[in-house]
């Protein structure tokens, strides 16, 4: 690449900040019919910027250049009338960033490489929950995470002509089935799947794609409960995705709030009935909303996993067998969790039972 010039904006300049407003509406609501897009702002100016108002000095206004980022992006789509119909993703954000942008984009930059987890789980995918689930806690109530589909060139060998790794495969279409259950559910090739670089892309892989399909389907299915929680999250603050603490704060298994850190006694690490590596019950869980239960598979090779069911009944999604009842106080229980069907749980009532139906119809489960 050619070294250039580059700059960026200066959200306190009202003459900058007319200029670029005028271009959002002019080239992206208007030109382009976008109904959303990606206000990237990085990891923000230099730390020696300088801005026309005299009170943000570059170290001082750092971290609130998102804030202003993501204000300017709405203020844009309020002046266009479009607001209800348009919305737009940050990748970078502060405190009062979740009132004007649609949802917060974390840590999708990722390669999507088993390899590099060492088979012990403590990698990318716990990171990008811990990343979600954290974000909520902090006031970011839509986080979520695109899924990378951008794989090290390397991994293509030439003895399958070519073709997709398994660890990069199965870690592509893990971090599809964390991620149908959060806010927003989308892919990206990270912008390095190019033929000069030194990544490829999966798109092209049938698996994958066959597992994109179904997961996307999954993820519409939810539609009807997703409106629901975003509507909490927009009037009363929740987290569309939750650490199982906010509903079960008496459960001592959910006393740490880090998803990838669990007690000392935890840590122990050992290998369980299937092969799998444990530590403990030191297993990642998070919710949506308080219907539904998600245990995720972070490492590679699992087929089958011990979980744990916080209090209360319990009905197993791929199988609709209810594996707890109204008077559990929690338990462990094993299942099977082959790429395509992780542990998935959800409440006995009437939303989840349309949410069901839906996958019914569309051939998902039954």
């Known amino acids: 690449f050619k070294k250039g010039k580059c700059g960026m904006i200066d959200p306190t300049n009202p003459s900058a900040a007319s200029w670029f407003k005028r271009t959002i509406k002019e080239e992206?609501?208007?030109?382009?019919?976008?109904?959303?897009?990606?206000?990237?702002?990085?990891?923000?100016?230099?730390?020696?910027?300088?801005?026309?108002s005299a009170s943000n000095d570059g170290l001082a206004f750092h971290n609130s250049y998102g804030e202003k980022w993501a204000e300017l992006n709405r203020e844009a789509i309020r002046e266009a009338g479009r607001d209800g119909d348009s919305f737009f993703i940050v990748d970078s954000a502060f405190g009062g960033s979740a009132k004007h942008a649609g949802t917060t984009s974390l840590g999708g930059d990722h390669i999507a490489n088993f390899h590099r987890d060492a088979n012990d789980g403590n990698g990318v995918l716990r990171s990008i929950l811990n990343g979600i689930v954290n974000g909520g806690f902090s006031g970011l109530t839509h986080a979520h995470c695109a899924v990378s589909v951008a794989v090290p060139r390397q991994l293509k060998?030439?003895?399958?002509?070519?073709?997709?790794?398994?660890?990069?495969r199965e870690m592509i279409c893990r971090?599809?089935?964390?991620?149908?259950?959060t806010a927003l559910f989308r892919t990206h090739d990270g912008g390095s799947c190019g033929a000069g670089g030194?990544?490829?892309?999966?798109?092209?892989d049938e698996y994958v794609l066959d597992q994109l399909a179904r997961w996307s389907d999954v993820y519409v299915a939810l539609a009807e409960y997703r409106l629901q929680l975003l509507n909490e999250?927009?009037?009363?603050?929740?987290?569309v995705v939750r650490h199982p603490v906010l509903h079960f704060p008496n459960e001592e298994r959910f006393n740490c709030c880090s998803i990838s850190v669990g007690s000392k006694k935890q840590k122990k690490k050992s290998k369980d009935g299937y092969g799998n590596v444990s530590y403990g019950d030191d297993v990642p869980s998070f919710m949506l909303g308080d219907l539904i239960y998600v245990v995720p598979v972070v490492k590679s090779g699992v087929v089958k996993t011990k979980v744990y069911l916080p209090s209360g009944g319990w009905i197993h999604l791929w199988t609709e067998d209810q594996v707890a009842?109204?008077?559990?106080?929690?338990?462990?229980?094993?299942?099977?969790?082959?790429?395509?069907?992780?542990?998935?749980?959800?409440?006995?009532?009437?939303?989840?039972?349309?949410?069901?139906?839906?996958?019914?119809?569309?051939?998902?489960?039954?």
């Not at 992206?28 to 026309?52: I, K, N, Q, R, V």
């Not at 060998?157 to 990069?168: I, L, N, P, V, Y």
């Not at 109204?326 to 009532?349: L, Q, S, W, Y």
């Open 175 to 181: 971090w599809f089935e964390m991620t149908a259950f």
């Open 198 to 204: 030194g990544m490829s892309c999966a798109y092209d």
């Open 28 to 52: 992206l609501l208007d030109y382009a019919s976008a109904s959303f897009w990606l206000a990237s702002a990085g990891t923000g100016p230099p730390m020696d910027a300088h801005y026309t």
């Open 233 to 239: 999250a927009s009037f009363q603050g929740y987290p």
């Open 325 to 366: 009842g109204p008077h559990n106080i929690g338990k462990t229980i094993e299942v099977m969790a082959p790429v395509g069907e992780p542990p998935v749980f959800v409440r006995d009532c009437d939303m989840m039972h349309r949410f069901m139906e839906e996958l019914r119809q569309g051939g998902i489960i039954g």
């Open 157 to 168: 060998s030439s003895m399958t002509k070519g073709a997709m790794d398994s660890k990069s």
